[in-house]
């Protein structure tokens, strides 16, 4: 197939805690934010990174490093960096509906203090998905959504790109992850020589799927720092392919750039199966979990979600009591119930029903 166009998608998947304590992945995530905020500003070519979906990460890192906020802000303002929509990007079969709803207030909120959100609903690491989903979307005013397990592997699932419709009729573009995930471009490297072998595997799979001749090419991986030289791996690619284009891209412009003229499979209303991945993976994906055994797992899930259901009615009432904003006169901070209640959601959100 030629006149393909790929777009380039730099990001990173982070768990908060998982192989190594949080206070660990916690260091690590600095260090990674550092390296990454320097690269953009140095770097016109390097156009976006995509920070996971997720405004936790960026809550951990001010925490640490409190004088980088305004870099920050800058770099979400002006698109280089993609933050939100949500606050932790949550397993989305555990928490209730509530909870889904609140993650997102509480992250499209972060992301539009710190200069605009991500408007594409993004969700690669969930296992599964409720049928709401697409009206979940919509209320919050998008219209693009990112989902790996629970699609594929029946018939008329094996296109990338649908149009789900959700139980009331709304419905959102979906872009459906290879079966290799938000990892398959991650080995890409910037170097001509070893370029040709790495590509081979990638492009394979993503053009035997393509429904539009866009087609995102996701450049990292779990833990991983920003890739070194996207700009670069760009023009190489270009040498190396030459009947395709290659972008740089956010995530957001592959949809508007997919969705001109594109025909997305039709999908819904209801939700995708629960079977995108063999159940040996499944099970592979369970084992950081207290018990690798499926019982193990079932319990936390149930425990997850009682938990999250008692949580929804510790924190919503006082969710809902007016703000007592401070005077005018004064710079500091509102302190009301209102205020705690919200730092209660985020704890709660902090401490379960998360794939982080």
């Known amino acids: 197939m030629t006149g393909l166009i790929f777009h380039l998608i730099p990001h990173t998947h982070w768990d908060r805690e998982w192989y190594l304590p949080r206070a660990a992945l916690q260091a690590r995530l600095v260090g990674v934010v550092d390296d990454l905020i320097e690269r953009l500003q140095a770097d016109p070519g390097y156009r976006s990174f995509l920070l996971d979906g997720q405004t936790v990460l960026l809550e951990d890192y001010l925490r640490a490093r409190p004088d980088r906020e305004g870099d920050v802000?800058?770099?979400?303002?002006?698109?280089?960096?993609?933050?939100g929509p949500w606050y932790v990007l949550p397993d989305e079969q555990i928490p209730s509906g509530e909870g889904l709803v609140r993650n997102l207030l509480l992250g499209s909120a972060d992301a539009e203090r710190l200069g605009g959100r991500l408007d594409?609903?993004?969700?690669?690491?969930?296992?599964?998905?409720?049928?709401?989903?697409?009206?979940?979307?919509?209320?919050?005013?998008?219209?693009?959504?990112?989902?790996?397990?629970?699609l594929g592997g029946e018939a008329g699932q094996e296109r990338d790109l649908y149009r789900w419709r959700g139980l009331d009729g709304k419905d959102v573009v979906l872009w459906h992850l290879p079966r290799a995930g938000y990892e398959i471009g991650a080995a890409l490297p910037a170097d001509a020589e070893r370029l040709f072998a790495a590509w081979a595997p990638v492009r394979g799979p993503l053009v035997q799927r393509a429904t539009s001749k866009h087609i995102p090419v996701f450049i990292g991986a779990d833990h991983h720092a920003a890739h070194p030289d996207v700009p670069r791996l760009r023009d190489l690619?270009?040498?190396?392919?030459?009947?395709?284009?290659?972008?740089?891209?956010?995530?957001?412009?592959?949809?508007?750039?997919?969705?001109?003229g594109a025909k997305p499979a039709s999908m819904g209303p209801g939700r995708p199966s629960s079977g995108g991945m063999p159940r040996p993976s499944w099970l592979w994906c369970a084992w950081p979990s207290p018990s690798r055994r499926w019982r193990g797992a079932r319990e936390g899930a149930t425990g997850g979600r009682r938990w999250s259901?008692?949580?929804?009615?510790?924190?919503?009432?006082?969710s809902m009591t007016p703000s007592r904003a401070a005077p005018a006169t004064t710079s500091r901070a509102p302190s009301s119930r209102a205020s705690r209640a919200s730092r209660r959601w985020r704890r709660r959100w902090c401490g379960a029903a998360c794939t982080t």
Not at 74 to 79: E, P, Q, R, S, Y
Not at 128 to 146: C, D, M
Not at 237 to 260: G, H, I, K, T
Not at 309 to 318: I, K, L, T, V, Y
């Open 120 to 150: 594409v609903l993004y969700s690669p690491d969930a296992f599964g998905h409720p049928p709401a989903w697409p009206t979940l979307a919509r209320e919050f005013g998008i219209r693009y959504g990112v989902v790996w397990r629970g």
């Open 73 to 83: 802000r800058a770099l979400v303002k002006t698109g280089r960096l993609q933050v």
């Open 309 to 318: 259901s008692r949580g929804e009615r510790w924190c919503a009432p006082s």
């Open 237 to 260: 690619l270009a040498e190396l392919d030459p009947q395709s284009a290659f972008r740089v891209s956010r995530l957001d412009e592959f949809f508007q750039a997919a969705a001109d």
